[in-house]
Every structure is written in structure tokens, then in C-alpha cells.
T-cell receptor
Framework: DGGITQSPKYLFRKEGQNVTLSCEQNLNHDAMYWYRQDPGQGLRLIYY???????QKGDIAEGYSVSREKKESFPLTVTSAQKNPTAFYLCASSLQGAPGANVLTFGAGSRLTVL | DAKTTQPNSMESNEEEPVHLPCNHS???????IHWYRQLPSQGPEYVIH???SNVNNRMASLAIAEDRKSSTLILHRATLRDAAVYYCILRDRRDAGNMLTFGGGTRLMVKP
């Protein structure tokens, strides 16, 4: 079945360490997105990519970095510059052709805890 | 960007219909209305979307006001598995880069 795979599901990190969250999709979707969710809150956009080798900052990009070397993959690195990285991270993807109508497909999420 | 307003929480009894409202008074003519829901500790899942006309699918119905400034997600018979946070968001059909900010949504509680 097609879908989005995020790994790891749970991750613990010490302060000052960078960590990379994986996101892979086999839906042949062009666009991919990273969101952050804090407890009891909605989702906030970190980065998005509409095409390979191109990506744009979302609302809260500071302290994060991404790459899009392959259509299927959109890894997110949480750097030591992110002051409060403990959160639930969600990856999503969508088709590109008709943006307004295209729906987002989400992964199961990665929960990052900074010790 | 056009924004949406939803009640923080709602309660329903099992097997009764549920009407979840969403206000989007600044909606533009090119905005689609999307609904997603999120179960605890899971990623959101798509429920339904529409532009102007009411829409039905196997999960729910979407009723869109004539002026498009509000919409209502209708669950015809709530089950315990429908307890989730429901998000109403707008997505501009012209621009995939107009990205979706999910507000706090409505937490639906279903009582047996």
C-alpha cells in the first residue's frame, strides 16, 4: 500500500545535538511538508518542497534544515539552534497539479524529546 | 491568509449526528475548504473537502454556506472511533505553496 513512512517513531536527544528525522513516501507525490505540533496545539509548518532540489521556509523554520535530493524523501534535521525542539513532528505529501483540491497525506509522526 | 475559527470542543452522544461548525469569513474565491481529523498520537487524516457545493463521502458530509463564509462538517452517526480533533482549513487552489496552517481545531468527545 502507498503511504508515508516516518522514522524513528520516538527519539531522545541530548541538548546541543543535531538529529535527523526521516520521511519517505511512495505515493509519487510532488510536494512534501514538515509540521511541528506541540501538546494540545495545532500544526505549524516548518518547511515545504514542491519539487526536487527546491524547498521553502514555512512559519517556524529557524533551527531546522531540510533537503530534497529525491522525490520520495524529505528528511528534516533539528539542529542545536532550535531552542525548544521537544515536539511531535509530522511529515505530509500531496500532488502538485491542482493545489487547492489536492489532499494531504500524513505520516504517523515522530516524537522528539530533548533530555 | 484566510483563517478559520472553530469551537475548542464539542460533545456528542454515540449514534447521534454531529455538526461541527467552521467560520471562514475572509475566504477567497479560490480557497477550497478542507477538513482533517487527528486521533491521539497519530497524524491527521483527510476527511472531506469542497469548494462551493455540498459534498458527501463515506466518512462525512460537508455543508457549505451560500456565501462560503462558513461550513459544517456532518458526521451522520457518531461512533466512539470518531472522537478526535477536527481541523477545518483553507487551501488556495492556485498555489501549493499557500500552506496550510492548522489551528487548534475542535476536540470532539463522543459519549457512549
Amino acid at each position: 500500500d502507498g503511504g508515508i513512512t516516518q522514522s524513528p517513531k520516538y527519539l531522545f536527544r541530548k541538548e546541543g545535538q543535531n538529529v535527523t528525522l526521516s520521511c519517505e513516501q511512495n505515493l509519487n507525490h510532488d510536494a512534501m511538508y514538515w509540521y511541528r505540533q506541540d501538546p494540545g496545539q495545532g500544526l505549524r509548518l516548518i518547511y515545504y518542497s514542491q519539487i526536487v532540489n527546491d524547498f521553502q521556509k514555512g512559519d517556524i523554520a529557524e533551527g531546522y534544515s531540510v533537503s530534497r535530493e529525491k522525490k520520495e524523501s524529505f528528511p528534516l534535521t533539528v539542529t542545536s539552534a532550535q531552542k525548544n525542539p521537544t515536539a511531535f513532528y509530522l511529515c505530509a505529501s500531496s500532488l502538485q497539479g491542482a493545489p487547492g483540491a489536492n489532499v494531504l497525506t500524513f505520516g504517523a509522526g515522530s516524537r522528539l524529546t530533548v533530555l | 491568509d484566510a483563517k478559520t475559527t472553530q469551537p475548542n470542543s464539542m460533545e456528542s452522544n454515540e449514534e447521534e449526528p454531529v455538526h461541527l461548525p467552521c467560520n471562514h469569513s475572509t475566504i477567497s474565491g479560490t480557497d477550497y475548504i478542507h477538513w482533517y481529523r487527528q486521533l491521539p498520537s497519530q497524524g491527521p487524516e483527510y476527511v472531506i473537502h469542497g469548494l462551493t457545493s455540498n459534498v458527501n463521502n463515506r466518512m462525512a458530509s460537508l455543508a457549505i454556506a451560500e456565501d462560503r463564509k462558513s461550513s459544517t462538517l456532518i458526521l451522520h452517526r457518531a461512533t466512539l472511533r470518531d472522537a478526535a480533533v477536527y481541523y477545518c482549513i483553507l487551501r488556495d487552489r492556485r498555489d501549493a505553496g499557500n500552506m496550510l496552517t492548522f489551528g487548534g481545531g475542535t476536540r470532539l468527545m463522543v459519549k457512549p
